[in-house]
Each structure stands twice: as C-alpha cells, then as structure tokens.
C-alpha cells in the first residue's frame, strides 16, 4: 500500500522568501512521486516529478524537489517565492509499475505576503 | 502540451436530476482516463478508471450505479452522476494519459463544479 503524508495544511510566507513545502510518503514498492499545484477552481497542473533518475527534480516556475530515500521525503522547495505562488500544492505517489494509480496528499495551501 | 477539456465548468441543478460530464483528450489519444472527486479543502479522490470500449473499473465505496462511466472513443469520456441529491455536490476533474508517452504522468482537466441544490 502507498501513502502520502503533507505535513501542514497551511504554509505562509512573505514574497522573495523561502518557500519548503513538505511532503513524506511511504511505499512498499520502488515509488514514482509528484508535485502539483491547483489554482483555485481549476485542475491540477503537474509541477515535478521523480520517476527514479536524478534525486534532484527540478521543476517549472523555479520549483525543485529532493528525493531522499532513507528520509522517505520529497520536500517541494523554491528560492524566492513570488505572489504568484500563491495556491494549493498536492504531493502525489504512484507505484513504479502502475503508474496509473495517483494517491495524493491533502494538500498544503500556500499564502504568499507582500 | 496536451491538454483536457471539462465540460461543463459549473452545474447547478435540482435534487433528482441526472448530470453528464465530458472529459475530451484535445490532443492525444488516451485509452485510459481517470476521475476523481476533491470535496472542500480536501484531496482528490479517485472514483473511477475509466476504460475505452470497455467497462470502467470502480474504486472501492464508489456506486457504479450512481456514477455512470462512457469511454466511446479514444478522446472521449463522460461521468454521469445518476439521481443527483446534495451530497454529490462536489468538484470532479478527470484526468488522461497520453498513448503514446507511455511514461508521462496523467494530464488533469479544470474542473467541473456540480451543485445540487
């Protein structure tokens, strides 16, 4: 079975600062994971994912994740953040064989202050 | 980059009435396309696999007679909600795979907003 855990349902940050959105996941199989982000009554667009190449992913929009297997985490990261950053970011896991199947997290809605 | 069409984007109807749901692949074909349910600030739940020229497969709790599923083409899925009452409310996205990148992840729709009143 797989699992995702996104630790803080709200992240609040000022503009040009660090944003570090956390995401830990468990599976039993060797996992494929995602970033997405949802502006508010949209769909999902993909952000990042690692499908078991380079640990570092990088993104679009300047965001860029971390594959840490001994950790089981796949933290979402970005320099400076921007206004524009402002929705809600879904960690996602799928099995590396059955890529199909998306088990999301509950998602962390971020703010961005000027 | 490929693209999903919802249509409609908001449905507002009674208490009983049936709503349809269309999923369109713009510009890839998918034989696979997934729905999901997100209830207010929650995640996204998927409800169904949905299969063309075949029968959709349902996750487990989710009514198949309740959700109805229509994969005709290779572009094209529907999502009826049969009977709708106010607990269906909610916000469906479906989402598809494009053939003939068999390694890209699923391409998601915007959205379709269901009220019942």
């Known amino acids: 079975a797989q699992s995702v855990t996104q630790l803080g349902s709200h992240v609040s940050v000022s503009e040009g600062a660090l944003v570090l959105l956390r995401c830990n996941y468990s599976s039993s199989v060797p996992p494929y994971l995602f970033w997405y982000v949802q502006y508010p009554n949209q769909g999902l667009q993909l952000l990042l994912k690692y499908t078991s190449a380079a640990t570092l992913v990088k993104g679009i929009n300047g965001f860029e994740a971390e594959f840490k297997k001994s950790e089981t985490s796949f933290h979402l990261t970005k320099p400076s953040a921007h206004m524009s950053d402002a929705a809600e970011y879904f960690c996602a896991v799928s099995d590396a064989y059955n890529t199909d199947k998306l088990i999301f997290g509950t998602g962390t809605r971020l703010q961005v202050f000027p | 980059g490929a693209v999903v069409s919802q249509h409609p984007s908001w449905v507002i109807c009674k208490s009983g009435t049936s709503v349809k749901i269309e999923c369109r692949s713009l510009d890839f074909q998918a034989t696979t396309m997934f729905w999901y349910r997100q209830f207010p600030k929650q995640s996204l739940m998927l409800m169904a696999t949905s299969n063309e020229g075949s029968k959709a497969t349902y996750e487990q709790g989710v009514e198949k007679d309740k959700f109805l599923i229509n994969h005709a083409s290779l572009t094209l899925s529907t999502l009826t909600v049969t009977s709708a009452h106010p607990e269906d409310s909610s916000f469906y996205i479906c989402?598809?795979?494009?053939?003939?990148?068999?390694?890209?992840?699923?391409?998601f729709g915007d959205g379709t907003r269901l009220s019942i009143l």
């Open positions: 989402s598809a795979r494009d053939l003939s990148h068999s390694n890209q992840p699923q391409h």
